[in-house]
């Protein structure tokens, strides 16, 4: 892995690599559409006047490094402003990008992230198991963050998401918007001197994972520019994926370094994700009808939005109103769209319960393959 002062970037970019440097400044080097995914943990601007003391006197550790100090709520917009549109100008257009913040922050950065033109598809709630309690008893305890994530805009639909692969990650139940992850603890947080915390805000691999496993494919490129510790980096490695990391301060670059060089093995997910969808993407709808899972006559429906439904016929076409197509090109005639994954448009009724159509079809994948 090599650590470089600064990059001057080609369509050739060098990958596993930790950039020293401003983020905006060294975000400006990259090409238009040349990264797959970005995750960013930006500086939450916490605006922390007093020291908090826990009621035995002890000082509570909590987020006073100088870099998350700006002077105004507007110099911290204008920064987020600067770095949010040149993630936007890097994202290829079928990339995604995640933002992570508290309630200081997610807020200005979700009003910025739309006024830029990027479109959020989900924002998910990370749920702490073990948060840090509230001392003064003036609140209730913050266990929450919010992660944004996004695709370039409204029109960029082809963005990467794993659909079954979290499903399966997550016990074969469809993965909801609230993520449980423990703070990061233990053997996982980096120590420094006298054992203190290397790094105040070291984030859950666990979330990482999530993360990336979800929205990139093996190969990808991963970019973080608040790269810290480099736990995007350890998590990239350990599923397949490449990493580009900035982060200014050296000490997190010399911790995020040795933390990458020691990851030896990888997850057992890392290789999930295209051998999977590359044998779903081969079944043909046409074989659901020939292992009865779906019958001629049937009737498929959409969600309630649209609210059309259509005959399937003997040749596994579909049959809406006075049209016969796939049921991708059905779907995208009631969609008034170019085109449609009928796979997650369709549903059907399956003992008395509503089962979109890709169930059905991972349903036949995992019996042939024995999964
Ligand atoms: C919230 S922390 C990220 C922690 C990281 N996710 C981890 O798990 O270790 C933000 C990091 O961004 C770095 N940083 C702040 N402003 C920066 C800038 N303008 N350019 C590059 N890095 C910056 C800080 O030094 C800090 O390490």
Known sequence: MDMIKSAQYTQNMKVNTIIQGDCIEELKKFPNNSIDLIFADPPYNMQLKNVLYRPNS???????DEWDKFSSFSEYDEFCTAWLSECRRILKDTGSIWIIGTYHN?????????????WILNDVTWHKTNPMPNFLGTRFTNAT???????KGEQYKKYTFNYKIMKKYNCDKQMT????IALCTGDERLKGYGGKKAHSTQKPEELLKRVILSTSKQGDIVLDPFFGTGTTG???KKLKRQFIGIEKESEYILLAENRIKTVKTFFPEAGWIEEEKEKQNRVPF?????????????LLYTRKTYG????????????YKDQTGSIHRIGAIIQQ??????????YITKDDRSVLIDDLRDEYFRKKHGI
């Open 308 to 319: 059309a439904t259509a005959f399937v016929l003997p040749d596994g076409k579909l049959k």
């Open 106 to 118: 997610i807020f200005r950065i979700g009003n910025i992230m739309l006024n830029l033109g990027l």
């Open 234 to 236: 350890a998590v990239a």
């Open 286 to 298: 046409k074989v659901l009808l020939k292992e009865h899972l779906i019958n001629a006559g049937d």
């Open 337 to 346: 769209t170019p085109s449609c994954n009928g796979w997650k448009f369709w």
């Open 145 to 151: 963050e919010t992660l944004l994530w996004c695709s």
């Open 177 to 180: 918007s609230v993520w449980q």
């Open 58 to 64: 002890t000082k509570v550790d909590g987020v006073d």
